[in-house]
Structure formats: structure tokens, C-alpha cells
């Protein structure tokens, strides 16, 4: 029988909104009160721009909606995996000869890329004949792809799980938790899925023996790595998989008691997920440990009443669940699954007010749910940091929560946070690191890009000029 949160899949907008406007209890004193909040935060990270990520800073100079920034996406999606160097050339000139590129600044990579792109787009100037031109091309190459890979490093902790542990040290001593993520999008093959079980398998080891400074770190499990066929239409043979082999998972993190937190990926797969998830939580072995998790999508319709089903989930099993409430990383992808699919609604709110707004009304639930379970807020929006923390204050207090930010995001406003500085106390702050090689990042960040350059998000908006966009308030729009 499907879960009751299912019938929300691709209900009315307007009816979904209704409801959670109704279950936000929102007033003048509190839009006003999180207002000013959103304010100081916004100041403070324009203050310190030192605090901003590499590719926050590169944002703000090449915006995705500008000549540069396409031309700067279109290369990082396709030049490391063009096989042929007539064809990446092409690629290069084509793309670099689009608008403007400053060699200053102060940021590594926009001096990299600055200095990259411009000595790429003067050299193959130069050299139009082929002869020629063969002999620069290594060079060349080298540059832009080296460019590129340093802006995706920005994103990652480093190759290896060993790397990432050192790296992670830093940040450990200014107080942050940390999340490990194994870099991959979903297993294709058998063997794909066998590698990336044990590249979780032996993370889990070694974080589990790490000295930890404060507290243990966890790692974080995408389903779609542990089953080449995890589709709802061979569900009789990846779900008792999958459930298999995140148990194990399961077990490892709970003998080095760390926390495991399970992706959340495609809309279509929610429901096999909650399948999977459930019947793990289940299990009597694990009881005790209440380092499982999962993290659900505010911009899915059915994220709210979903909430519900966690809950009864707890009660059920006698455990705590660790929750990360997400908006959703994909929001392009969906609508346009849903187009092609032809079906009748969007499983996914289509305007980023009701996004945000869905955001909010879950993260009041969780909070009012704080006995059994354990919300964390992943988001790097000023404005709906301001609000969770004035949710929390009138749901029982600041305690039994934390935020959640991307390793490369979110630092200036995050440090501000952990260290109670404007804020009414300080509240833990766990990072979201990947770990992986230059191969399995660049979808990675291809996502990152278009997310924080589309021109709803709050990165895009804080960076530019009118700040107002970016404290927008949901429950007005
Ligand atoms: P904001 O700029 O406030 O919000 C941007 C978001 O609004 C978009 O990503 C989209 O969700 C939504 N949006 C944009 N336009 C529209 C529109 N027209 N209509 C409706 N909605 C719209 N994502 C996952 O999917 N799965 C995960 O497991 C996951 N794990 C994460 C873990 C952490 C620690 C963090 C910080 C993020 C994680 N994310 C994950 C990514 C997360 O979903 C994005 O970071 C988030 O969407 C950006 O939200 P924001 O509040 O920072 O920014």
C-alpha cells in the first residue's frame, strides 16, 4: 500500500500552498522580527567577503547569466571528457572568445581563470594555423582544464577519504562537524555498485577510528550508488538489495557510532526510498543507535506530510531520526521529467516562494517533533536561517537542532551562527563534504553552478547589488 504522503505527489499547487500557509503561523511581529535577523546575517557576509566561497566570488564576477559564465559552465560540462584535442580546441575557441575576462582580483580562481582563459583565447588567436597550433595545445589544455578543476576543487575535501580527514581538520578546530559524501551519480553497473558500497564500507571504517575533536563525523549514502536498477519498475529486485547493503552500511556506522544519512535524489524514487529507509530503521539490531538519518526535499509536494510518516516511523521503532531538510537540488530536472512524461501536475512546487515556504513549514514541524527527531537545516539562505532560528525559539528553544552547509558554501554566515555572534545562541553547524577525483566531480559541480547562478537563488541575490531579492519574505509572496 502506497504511504499516506503519496497522494500530495502532484496535487494542486494552490491547495498545497493553503495548507502549509495555514500551518506556519506566521504574524507581522515575526516577519519583522526574522527581517531584521536576515538583515544583520546579509550585512555580515557583505561585510566579509574574505568569508565567501571561491565560487561565490566567482559568481559574482561571472554570473551564469552573463557571456562568461555560460561560456565558463558549457566548458567544465564538456572539456574533460572530450576525447579528441581537434575537437576541444574548437570548443575552447568558440567558448573563450565570448565576452570579457578580468586577470585581477584577489581570489586563486579568479586569477586562474582570468589569467587561463585569456592567455588560452590570445594563444589560439595567434595560431590559426594547425601546424602551429598543435605544438601550444597541451599547453593550452592544460590551462583551461586545470582552471577548471580548480573550481572544482573549491567544492571538495579532497580525493580520498585520508585527504578529506586531514583537510577536514581546519574546520574541525573551528568547530564544525563534518558529513563525508562519496562523490558518484548512481551506479550503472553491477560493478559500479559493488565499488561504491565498499568506498562507503571503508569510509565508515576509517572515519568510525578517526580522532574526532569534537564529535564524530557521519557520512552520507546516495541509493542510487548501491543498485545499478533502482527504479520503481524493478523494485521487486533492487528494494531487499538495497536494503541488504545499506543495512550493512548501517551497521558499520553504528559499531563506530557515526551517523549515516541517506541522499535525497529524484522525485519518482521518494517513494521506493521510504520503502528501503523504513525497513531499515526497522531493524531490532539497530536499536540504540540514532545516527540514522535521511533528508527530504522541501520543493516536493509531498515533503510536509512526509514529515508525518518520519515521525510515526520513530514511534514505531523506537528510535530517533535524524532529519536533513534540503530544497532540493534539481529542480530544472524535475519539471522537465514531468513534461516529458507527460504527466498531468508537477511533483515539485514551480515557484521558489512556495519552495521556501514549504521549507519553512516543515522545518516547524520538525522542530515541534525535537523528541524524536533530530532536524538538520541544509540551506545557505540568510533569510531562512533567520527564521528557523525564531521558529526554534517559540517550539521549545535554540537546542536539539543543528544547520547543515556545503563543504565551499555558506561560511560567512555559518561561522557567524556557530559562534552565537548575532544570533541568540550559538547552534552547531555540521559541513556536507564530497569526497572524490576530478572524474566524479564535474556533475557535481555543473549542479552547484546552476544552482547558485540561477537567478532565484539567495547566492545570486546577496552577491548582487539589490539585496532586497534575497530576503524576500515566502509567506508574503
Ligand atoms: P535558495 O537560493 O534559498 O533556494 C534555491 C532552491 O529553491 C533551489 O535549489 C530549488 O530547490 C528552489 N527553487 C528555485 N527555483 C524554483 C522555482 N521556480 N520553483 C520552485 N522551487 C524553486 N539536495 C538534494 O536534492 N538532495 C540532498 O540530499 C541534498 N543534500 C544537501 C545537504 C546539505 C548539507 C546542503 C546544504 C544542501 C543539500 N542539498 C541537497 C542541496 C540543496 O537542495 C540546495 O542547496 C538547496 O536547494 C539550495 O537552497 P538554499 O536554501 O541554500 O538556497
Redesign the pocket.
Same mark, same amino acid.
Request: glycine content about 6%; hydrophobic content about 30%.
Given at each position: 500500500m502506497p504511504p499516506p504522503f503519496a497522494t500530495d505527489h502532484l496535487s494542486d499547487e494552490a491547495i498545497c500552498v493553503a495548507t502549509l500557509l495555514s500551518a506556519l503561523k506566521w504574524d507581522n511581529d515575526r516577519r519583522l522580527r526574522i527581517a531584521l535577523q536576515a538583515e544583520r546575517f546579509v550585512q555580515h557576509i557583505r561585510d566579509h567577503k574574505g568569508g565567501l566561497g571561491e565560487i561565490e566570488t566567482f559568481l559574482e564576477h561571472y554570473p551564469l547569466g552573463s557571456p562568461e559564465g555560460l561560456a565558463l559552465m558549457t566548458l567544465a560540462e564538456a572539456l574533460l571528457r572530450i576525447p579528441d584535442a581537434a575537437t576541444a580546441d574548437a570548443l575552447i575557441a568558440e567558448k573563450l572568445a565570448a565576452g570579457t575576462w578580468k586577470t585581477g582580483g584577489t581570489s586563486g580562481v579568479m586569477k586562474l581563470a582570468g589569467i587561463g582563459v585569456n592567455l588560452a583565447r590570445k594563444t589560439l588567436g595567434s595560431f590559426p594555423d594547425s601546424a602551429e597550433r598543435s605544438l601550444i595545445r597541451p599547453l593550452i589544455h592544460k590551462g583551461a582544464e586545470e582552471a577548471i578543476r580548480r573550481i572544482g576543487r573549491q567544492f571538495v575535501v579532497g580525493e580520498n577519504i585520508a585527504d578529506a580527514l586531514s583537510a577536514a581538520k581546519k574546520l574541525e578546530h573551528q568547530g564544525y562537524r563534518m558529513?563525508y559524501d562519496m562523490l558518484g551519480e548512481g551506479a550503472r553497473t553491477a560493478a559500479d555498485a559493488n565499488r561504491y558500497f565498499e568506498r562507503y564500507a571503508a569510509a565508515a571504517d576509517i572515519i568510525g577510528k578517526a580522532e574526532s575533536l569534537r564529535q564524530k563525523s557521519g557520512v552520507?549514502v546516495k541509493l542510487s550508488a548501491l543498485h545499478p536498477r533502482y527504479s520503481w519498475t524493478q523494485k521487486d529486485r533492487c528494494v531487499p538489495d538495497i536494503i541488504d547493503r545499506l543495512s550493512q552500511l548501517c551497521r558499520m556506522a553504528a559499531e563506530s557510532n557515526i551517523s549515516l544519512t541517506v @541522499?535525497? $535524489?529524484e522525485a519518482d524514487r521518494l517513494e521506493i526510498s521510504w520503502e528501503i529507509i523504513s525497513a531499515v530503521a526497522r531493524l531490532p539490531d539497530l536499536r540504540g543507535w540514532n545516527g540514522f538519518g535521511l !533528508?527530504i /526535499? !522541501?520543493?516536493d509536494k509531498r515533503c510536509f506530510r512526509l514529515i508525518d510518516a518520519i515521525d510515526d516511523l520513530a514511534v514505531e521503532a523506537g528510535r530517533k531520526i535524524q532529519v &536533513?531538510l534540503?530544497?532540493?537540488? @534539481?529542480?530544472d530536472t524535475e519539471i522537465k521529467r514531468a513534461q516529458v512524461a507527460g504527466l498531468p501536475d508537477y511533483p515539485?512546487?514551480?515557484?521558489?516562494a *512556495?519552495?521556501?515556504l514549504s521549507?519553512l513549514a516543515s522545518a516547524r514541524k520538525l522542530l515541534a517533533l525535537r523528541e524524536r527527531i533530530y532536524p538538520?537545516f541544509?540551506?545557505? *539562505?540568510a533569510?531562512?536561517v533567520a527564521a528557523v532560528l525564531d521558529m526554534a525559539a517559540d517550539t521549545g528553544g535554540i537546542g536539539g537542532f543543528e544547520f /547543515? &552547509?556545503?563543504y565551499g558554501?555558506?561560511g560567512a554566515l555559518y561561522d557567524m551562527v556557530m559562534a552565537g555572534h548575532q544570533v541568540p545562541a550559538s547552534v552547531p553547524v555540521?559541513?556536507?563534504a564530497p569526497i572524490g577525483s576530478h572524474e566524479d566531480l564535474l556533475p557535481y559541480l555543473i549542479r552547484r553552478m546552476l $544552482? *547558485?547562478g !540561477?537567478n532565484?537563488?539567495?547566492?545570486?541575490?546577496v552577491l548582487s547589488a539589490g539585496h532586497d531579492a534575497a530576503l524576500k519574505d515566502p509567506a508574503k509572496d
Open positions: 558529513s552520507s @541522499d535525497a $535524489e !533528508a /526535499q !522541501a520543493y &536533513r534540503v530544497k532540493g537540488a @534539481d529542480w515539485v512546487f514551480t515557484r521558489k *512556495n519552495t521556501d521549507y538538520m541544509g540551506t545557505h *539562505n533569510h531562512t /547543515q &552547509r556545503l558554501m555558506g555540521s559541513i556536507y $544552482e *547558485n !540561477a532565484t537563488s539567495f547566492v545570486y541575490h
